[in-house]
């Protein structure tokens, strides 16, 4: 027994359930609270399904440019590019047909290129009668009669100077007027183009003609 006169007074005793519970719950709280802010922060990727990890951003990025970029066999692109030329030489073979200017080849496109070609079948060229010529001159230096031989090598002379001389004057003339009428457009080679036009026989030439013998273009 305690003496009651003097001495240490006993404290007041302390539940233990009071320690035990209140650190138990200080120790929670904080790991809770940590919890909520980590969740609170972290955003689910709008592509990710639910429940998976967010995927990161290089590893989506690849995976959608390998989804998108998805190589074609050899066998199909060889099969579209065929398709592809066939179908661009389809509309160059009726643009040549019709003079539509969308699908034309790019050395007929542009209205001084066809201008020239306007200027060359509005109008006779002795060169387009060439080739009949040729045959006719070239059947008489194969006959064995020097008087025939003689006018077949005098035809050939006479074919080729009138022919120079058509083409001459034809350059010259369309010159002229490329120049009044398109005076601010590239006029480069256009009347080369028209010679090597004037060449070919009318119902042999591409595109074809748009203007009759006679016609001012």
């Not at 200017?101 to 060439?130: C, M, Q, W």
């Not at 025939?148 to 350059?171: C, E, M, P, R, Y």
């Amino acid at each position: 027994m305690v003496p009651h006169g003097g001495g240490v007074q006993p404290r007041h005793p302390v539940p233990l359930g009071f320690v035990f519970r209140s650190r138990a719950k200080e120790e929670k709280a904080p790991a809770a609270d940590k919890a909520t802010v980590t969740t609170s922060k972290q955003t689910r990727h709008p592509e990710a399904p639910k429940g998976r990890p967010t995927p990161k951003r290089s590893v989506a990025q690849s995976q959608r440019r390998s989804v998108a970029n998805t190589p074609m066999t050899r066998k199909e692109a060889a099969r579209r590019q065929r398709e592809e030329r066939r179908a661009a030489l389809e509309r160059q073979r009726q643009a040549l047909a019709s003079g539509d200017e969308r699908y034309l080849p790019a050395r007929d496109k542009g209205p001084v290129r066809r201008f020239a070609r306007d200027f060359v079948d509005s109008r006779f060229n002795i060169a387009e009668f060439f080739l009949p010529m040729a045959v006719i001159i070239l059947v008489l230096s194969m006959i064995r009669i020097p008087a025939l031989q003689s006018i077949a090598l005098l035809l050939w002379l006479v074919v080729i100077v009138t022919i120079v001389l058509d083409s001459i004057v034809t350059g010259f003339r369309l010159k002229k007027v490329l120049a009044e009428r398109f005076p601010d457009d590239n006029r480069r080679g256009a009347v080369a183009y028209a010679l090597m036009r004037s060449l070919q026989m009318r119902r042999l030439r591409l595109p074809k003609p748009q203007v009759k013998r006679g016609e001012r273009p």
